[in-house]
């Protein structure tokens, strides 16, 4: 049998199906097209074209790894995110939709003031995702971000490369254990671990089993990281500034209650993302 493009798609697709995997023919499409180094739209304009076997070889091994629920991103090394697209690798979390909550609210922060120069801090960066992201809508500002691994680090760093050399400040360390302990950041963003430990078992094979636990994992009822963060962040933010965490859609009860146990804050509210769910707390330094 010639095995042409449309015909391994549509097998493909079968196969996905038989063991579960999500987006079936997505998926198909967008690993065959990886493995072919060509675009999807071009997987259609060359459906009659036959593969060679060093490429159905190279498509197969593509095709067991995701079988076995390896993320589509840690196959093809890129993950498209707000308006960029961005390297991953295993050992950083994978960005997601959701997660665009948080980078349009900062701006929107940011925009406010267009004669002003803010100095924000992202908490666990990750792949950088959302830290180059706001630098590069908005790079009159200054960026700082930082992270517990230098894994994730590296990367960061690469993708602030990639993405016209952002200009960012890294650092290595946990939450704000390697800052001056003053009041010198108008913003800090962060999309902390906030999984009740629980509940990870719950989860879909590709993210329980594949990503990062230090950046699931927020402890017994997943608030453990963002009361930290909330405690502390009061002693870096000048007076007027902003705290932004990305939160679970259920979480915003005892947020609350947490941002009112620290007196440093005067307002909390919460903005929704385009699913309509509670996505992103937003805390607001009291002005002395």
């Known amino acids: 049998m010639e095995w042409t ?14 063991y579960g995997v999500d987006s079936p023919r997505l998926t198909a499409e967008i690993l065959l ?37 390896e993320p589509v991103a840690y196959i093809t090394g890129e993950k498209g995110f707000f308006e960029s697209s961005f390297m991953v690798k295993p050992g950083v979390l994978i960005p997601r939709p959701d997660t665009e909550t948080l980078v349009t609210t900062a701006l929107d922060l940011l925009v406010r003031e267009p004669g002003k120069s803010s100095t924000v801090l992202e908490l666990g960066t990750g792949s950088g995702a959302i830290v180059v992201s706001l630098a590069k809508a908005s790079p009159k500002n200054r960026f700082f971000a930082g992270d517990i691994s230098g894994k994730a680090l590296d990367i960061a760093r690469q993708n602030a490369c990639r993405e016209g050399g952002a200009k ?10 390697t800052l001056q302990n003053r009041p010198f950041l108008d913003m800090i963003v962060s ?26 994992d927020g402890g ?9 963060i909330i405690a502390c962040a009061c002693n870096y933010l000048v007076p007027g500034g902003h705290l932004l965490l ?4 259920d979480q915003r009860p005892k947020i609350t209650a947490a941002a009112r146990e620290c007196t440093a804050y005067d307002s909390i509210a919460f903005i929704k993302d ?12 009291k002005i002395d």
């Not at 902390?192 to 230090?214: C, F, G, Q, W």
């Not at 017994?220 to 930290?228: S, V």
Request: with cysteine; net charge positive; proline share 5%.
């Open 246 to 249: 990305e939160m679970g859609f």
């Open 220 to 228: 017994n009822d997943g608030l453990g990281c963002i009361r930290d």
């Open 33 to 69: 097209g990886f493995s072919l180094g060509i675009r999807r739209l071009d997987l259609y304009l060359q459906h009659d074209r036959p593969l060679e076997n060093h490429e159905l070889t190279a498509f197969k091994a593509l095709i067991k790894r995701r079988k076995n629920h």
């Open 191 to 216: 999309n902390p671990p906030y999984i009740p430990t629980s509940d990870i078992r719950y989860l879909a094979p590709e993210i329980k089993d594949h990503e990062p636990m230090t950046a699931l």
């Open 274 to 285: 385009l699913a309509g769910h509670d996505r992103v707390a937003h805390l607001k330094k």
């Open 168 to 177: 960012i400040d890294f650092f290595q360390g946990s939450w704000f254990d």
């Open 5 to 18: 493009v449309f015909k391994l798609i549509a097998w493909t697709k079968t196969y996905f199906t038989k």
